[in-house]
């Protein structure tokens, strides 16, 4: 009898090894990545009211407070798409601290690196599960269930993988998931399936927000729903974003009129000068930019002290 105890202990312990190994960060092939990353770099680069509009407007509370209806933004690269996700997961952070029943998951698709770990369907899986499992607290069940009943313990295919993560979102009263940069994913096609597939499980615990380009095959995978809220995301002027950027970046030269800085502002907008050009000018910078309008496109730059251009933030 001991024996037989002896050997179901081995059993489970090595069960739980293997699900460890499938989805903590040891640097594995088949590890979870750590997307943490992705989420610090676009907070560093934000600004102070960047996605405030956002995340305070009607349309984000709404999600926030109703499950099953899965939000997608999507706007051309540069619209500030990735610098909303960040903002709108700090939100959800503190919410869902103040709500021990909740989860936030997230995942940043990398579109600069098509062969790397952030570009793959069953890494994205893999990092909810781990992330989800933090909040948990404890080993999932269904986590270790997928590898207590495998007798060889071979790794979890990713129907597998998407079956848990669907159980253990169930373990929770609500989950909130962020997707970014959809349509970076290799593997796109299985992926916009499962996510319309997880989008349509109506048992009130999920809000599922996703961010890409305006894609066709992405907007033809949820055109019929009529559940899939949309909004779209715009650049230059009509972004409330950009527009504070810019607005709040000229001020900090202290030297500029009204009239100055109307000027440099229709500049930018109109892809005369690149925003960051403004920052720190001089005073021969400001005299020059005075008579734009009549003898320059463009500002000299001798600025010492450059920020990163709005319109190459990441999307």
Not at 131 to 156: C, E, F, K, N, V
């Amino acid at each position: 009898m001991s024996l037989l105890l002896f050997a179901g202990n081995a059993l489970c312990l090595l069960a739980c090894y293997e699900a460890l190994a499938c989805c903590a960060d040891v640097g594995e092939d088949k590890a979870a990545p750590d997307v943490s990353g992705n989420h610090k770099a676009a907070r560093k680069i934000r600004h102070s009211q960047h996605g405030s509009w956002f995340v305070h407007g009607e349309g984000f509370m709404r999600w926030k407070e109703f499950p099953d209806q899965p939000l997608w933004l999507y706007g051309s690269p540069g619209c500030g798409k990735t610098i909303i996700c960040s903002s709108v997961i700090d939100d959800l952070t503190m919410h869902c601290e103040r709500n021990p029943s909740f989860a936030c998951a997230y995942f940043f698709f990398d579109g600069r690196n098509l062969e790397g770990e952030l570009s793959i369907q069953e890494k994205y899986i893999r990092s909810l599960i781990r992330q989800l499992w933090d909040y948990l607290g404890r080993m999932p069940a269904a986590l270790l269930g997928i590898y207590s009943t495998r007798s060889s313990h071979p790794q979890p295919s990713i129907e597998a993988l998407q079956d848990t993560l669907q159980t253990i979102i169930g373990d929770f009263q609500e989950v909130y998931i962020v997707i970014d940069v959809l349509d970076a994913c290799t593997d796109r096609d299985e992926l916009l399936v499962w996510v319309k597939n997880l989008a349509g499980w109506k048992e009130g615990k999920l809000h599922l927000i996703l961010s890409s380009r305006p894609e066709l095959d992405i907007d033809d995978h949820w055109a019929a729903l009529d559940y899939f809220e949309r909004i779209r995301f715009a650049g230059g002027s009509g972004n409330p974003d950009i527009v504070n950027y810019v607005d709040d970046m000229l001020p900090e030269n202290g030297k500029w009129t009204p009239e100055t800085h109307a000027l440099g502002t229709a500049k930018v907008f109109r892809g005369d000068i690149p925003a960051h050009a403004l920052q720190g000018s001089d005073a021969d910078d400001l005299k020059a930019l005075s008579h734009w309008s009549k003898n320059s496109p463009r500002l000299p730059v001798s600025a010492s002290n450059v920020v990163q251009d709005h319109a190459t933030t990441p999307s």
